[in-house]
């Protein structure tokens, strides 16, 4: 069974698009996580979420909006796609959060073209 | 602002040799976490390492916390092709979020 699952895997459109990306987590764990990793492999915070609320929102344009239906889900969706949003997105899950071991699904690349 | 520079940042490397990847700051970290990418799949946690001058082990790799709790270490003796992918560490900042460095990708020729 995969622990925290995102679809999809890949995800290739045009600027100007809205798309969606959703993930779920069966580890029961109470935190989880948008990150971005560029094409440097740099991995960085975009949001996160504790039972469903919003507890870390990094400077990233509100064209990303993440929603959270319950503590096991986090999706998150993109508006007005732009060349520069194309990098891997990764969904992850702690148990409690703050500074907590990460559990990560296995990415979203998303190409804007 | 936190920051945390690894070490090299590339590594290419011949089966049975050894290696060291480096993980620094100028800022405490209440403890640093170890994690290990393969192309296509998200990060893996590998350790956790909490009080300073820590050493840990995993088969061939040892990981260690400075005594100050600022910098990291991993080293991996008699790498093998499994051991490719890229070496994440990620500190426990004082604003409750984790913080990565910029990787290190290490590949193993047979």
């Known amino acids: 069974d995969t622990a925290v699952s995102q679809t999809p895997k890949y995800l290739v459109t045009q600027m100007g698009n809205d798309k969606s990306i959703k993930c779920e987590q069966n580890l029961g764990h109470d935190t989880m996580y948008w990150y971005k990793q560029d094409s440097k492999k740099f991995l960085k915070i975009m949001f996160s979420y504790n039972n469903k609320e919003l507890i870390i929102n990094e400077t990233v344009p509100n064209r990303f909006s993440p929603k959270s239906p319950d503590k096991a889900h986090l999706n998150l969706h993109i508006n007005s796609l732009e060349l520069g949003d194309s990098a891997v997105y990764f969904c992850?899950?702690?148990?409690?959060?703050?500074?907590?071991?990460?559990?990560f699904g296995n990415g979203t690349r998303l190409t804007v073209t | 602002t936190q920051l945390l520079e690894q070490s090299p940042q590339f590594l290419s490397i011949q089966e049975g040799e050894n290696l060291t990847v480096y993980c620094n700051s100028s800022s405490v970290f209440s403890s640093l976490q170890w994690y290990r990418q393969e192309p296509g799949e998200g990060p893996v946690l590998l350790v956790t390492v909490v009080t300073g001058g820590e050493v840990k082990k995993l088969k061939r790799l040892t990981f260690q916390f400075g005594d100050a709790r600022k910098d990291s270490s991993l080293h991996i003796t008699a790498a093998q092709p499994g051991d490719t992918g890229l070496y994440l560490c990620?500190?426990?900042?004082?604003?409750?979020?984790?913080?990565f460095g910029q990787g290190t990708t290490l590949q193993v020729k047979p």
């Open positions: 992850a899950s702690s148990a409690k959060g703050g500074n907590s071991p990460l559990h």
């Open positions: 990620a500190g426990a900042s004082n604003t409750g979020k984790l913080i």
